[in-house]
C-alpha cells in the first residue's frame, strides 16, 4: 500500500475521557474506570469503525502531588493495562491492543512474557508503549527516593528493549513439536539462552512462552526529547507525540525519518502518530460550546496541578501572578522534559499568560486540539498527512463514549469519503493492519547452532 492511500487511527481510552473536566459531564458514567463494560463498549466502537489500535495510557503511581488536587482527579481508579487488554482480547477479533508499560520499574523477563501472552490470547493484536518513569512519585512506589537521571533512563530503555526482543526470539517459530508418538514436546535445537549481562541488566533466558504470533508485538514509543528520539527511531515502530502546530509537526516528522534512516530503517517501517483532541459539532458554535462546558466542569485547582505537573515540577503554580507572561525558560526538568519543552516553546510563540497556559495544558495537554465541525476536523487531519506531518492520529476523545462516538459518526465517514481511511480490517495481525512486517528471529537468521 503507498503511503499517500490511507491514514492509520487509533484512539487512547482514559476512563472518562482526555479533557481533565470529562468525568463530570453527565453522558459519562462516574465509575467507567473499574467498569469493563464500559471500556468494552467503548473498544466495540472503536472496532465497528476499523480503528487501527485502542491504546491505555498508564503510570503506576497516583501522579498528584497533594490532597486538594488529588480530591478532585478523576484519573486514580482504573485497570492496569494488562489486565483490561487481556480481557477486551477476548471481546474482540480485529482491533490493536496498546498496552503502556515503563521500562524504569518493570523486569525485561516479566514484561515479554506478559506481552507474549497478550499477543497469544489476542490472535496478534498486542502491541508495547514502550515508557521511561516520568512522574516523580512512581520511584517512591519502587524503594527509590528520587527517578534515575533523565538519560540514565534512556540507556535502560535502550537495553530493556533488545533484552525483550531477544527473549521473543528465543525460541524459534517451529520449535513447540508437540510430538505425542515420540514424546518430544520442544525441539531443543531450536532453543537459544539469551544470557545477557549488561550495563543495567542480567537476564539469562529463555522464555516459557512460544514466540508471540506477530514475532514481536508491535513496538510503540513516545518520546520528543533528543533521547526519546534517538530510542524512536531506533526501535519504534509507532510513534506517539504531541504536536500541537503543522510546522512543529513537519519537522518533526522529518527529523525522525531522518534519524531512522541513519540507523538502517525504512520510512514505512516507522508511523508517526501524534494526538489530536477533537472537540466536535455539528456547527461551530456547538462544538465552542461543548468546549466551554467541560472547562467549566474543571476546578482551577486540577488545571494548575496538572500545568504543574506537565511542567516538570519546577515552580509552585500557586503562588504566582497567573495573568503575567510565562516566561521563555525554566528550570530543566527531570521528568518529562519532551513536554516541557513543547509548552514553553508554545507560550513563547503565543505569548500566553499563565492563565492562559494553565487552560491550554487542562484542555489539550500540548496535542493539537481542533474545535469544529466534521469538516473542519477532517480538513486539519489531511492537511497534516498530506503535508507529511503524520501517517495517522491517535484520536483522544475529550469525553466517552460521547465524543468518541462523535468522531465515529461524524469525523470517518468524512475521512472515508476522502478515501483517506480504510472501511474494514484487510489483515489477521496489528502488524499486518499496520503494513508492517513480522520481524525474523535472530537466532535462526544466525544458523543452526543450537543452544547457546
Same mark, same amino acid.
Given at each position: ?70 480530591? *478532585?482527579?478523576?484519573? @486514580?481508579?482504573?485497570?492496569? /493495562? ?7 482480547? #477476548?471481546? !474482540?477479533? &480485529? ?108 537476564? *539469562?533466558?529463555?522464555? @516459557?512462552?512460544?514466540?508471540? /504470533? ?7 514509543? #513516545?518520546? !520528543?526529547? &533528543? ?226
Amino acid at each position: 500500500m503507498r503511503r499517500n492511500e490511507e491514514m492509520k487511527l487509533g484512539v487512547m481510552l482514559l476512563q472518562a475521557g482526555c479533557h481533565e473536566g470529562a468525568w463530570r459531564d453527565p453522558g459519562v458514567p462516574a465509575n467507567g474506570g473499574v467498569d469493563v463494560e464500559h471500556f468494552a463498549r467503548l473498544t466495540a466502537l472503536a472496532e465497528d469503525a476499523a480503528f487501527h489500535f485502542v491504546f491505555l495510557p498508564d503510570s503506576p503511581s497516583v501522579v498528584e502531588q497533594d490532597d486538594v488536587s488529588i480530591a *478532585r482527579a478523576s484519573r @486514580n481508579d482504573g485497570f492496569e /493495562p494488562f489486565t483490561l487488554l487481556s480481557a477486551l482480547s #477476548a471481546r !474482540t477479533r &480485529d482491533i490493536g491492543l496498546v498496552a503502556t508499560a515503563t521500562t524504569t520499574y518493570h523486569q525485561p523477563y516479566h514484561l515479554a512474557r506478559m506481552l507474549a501472552s497478550l499477543d497469544h490470547l489476542s490472535g496478534g493484536r498486542a502491541a508495547w508503549n514502550i515508557v521511561t518513569s516520568g512522574f516523580k512519585f512512581e520511584a517512591q512506589n519502587f524503594g527509590e527516593a528520587e527517578l534515575p537521571d533523565h538519560d540514565t533512563r534512556y540507556a535502560r530503555a535502550r537495553e530493556f528493549v533488545e533484552i525483550v526482543k531477544g527473549l521473543w526470539d528465543t525460541w524459534e517459530d517451529d520449535a513447540f513439536i508437540r510430538d505425542k508418538q515420540s514424546g518430544i514436546f520442544a525441539d531443543t535445537k531450536k532453543l537459544h539462552l539469551l544470557n545477557h549481562e549488561g550495563d543495567y541488566l542480567s537476564v *539469562r533466558g529463555p522464555l @516459557n512462552t512460544s514466540r508471540p /504470533p506477530q514475532g514481536y508485538p508491535v513496538l510503540v514509543q #513516545a518520546g !520528543t526529547s &533528543d533521547a526519546g528520539i534517538a530510542l524512536a527511531a531506533e526501535v519504534g515502530e509507532v510513534v506517539f507525540t504531541a504536536e500541537p502546530s503543522l510546522e512543529n509537526g513537519k519537522r518533526y516528522y522529518t527529523t525522525l525519518k531522518e534519524k531512522a534512516r541513519e540507523v538502517g530503517r525504512k520510512d514505512d517501517e516507522v508511523l508517526v502518530m501524534p494526538g489530536i483532541l477533537p472537540i466536535i459539532g455539528r456547527t461551530k458554535q456547538e462544538a465552542s460550546m461543548k468546549l466551554q462546558r467541560l472547562q467549566s466542569d474543571t476546578h482551577l485547582d486540577v488545571q494548575i496541578a496538572l500545568a504543574d505537573r506537565w511542567l516538570g515540577f519546577v515552580t509552585d503554580l500557586r503562588s504566582i501572578n497567573l495573568d503575567s507572561l510565562v516566561p521563555e525558560a525554566l528550570p530543566q526538568t527531570n521528568l518529562i522534559r519532551s513536554r516541557q519543552k513543547l509548552l514553553l516553546e508554545l507560550a513563547a510563540r503565543q505569548k500566553l499568560t499563565w492563565r492562559q497556559l494553565i487552560r491550554l495544558v487542562s484542555d489539550s495537554r500540548g496535542h493539537l486540539m481542533v474545535v469544529g465541525t466534521p469538516d473542519e476536523i477532517a480538513d486539519v487531519m489531511v492537511d497534516t498527512f498530506d503535508q507529511r506531518a503524520a501517517d495517522g492520529f491517535n484520536v483522544l476523545p475529550a469525553t466517552v463514549p460521547g465524543g468518541l462516538k462523535d468522531f465515529v459518526d461524524l469525523v470517518v465517514p468524512e475521512l472515508r469519503r476522502r478515501c483517506k481511511f480504510r472501511s474494514r480490517y484487510r489483515g489477521k495481525t496489528l502488524r499486518e493492519n499496520l503494513g508492517l512486517t513480522r520481524p525474523l528471529n535472530r537466532f535462526a537468521q544466525a544458523g543452526p547452532t543450537g543452544r547457546r
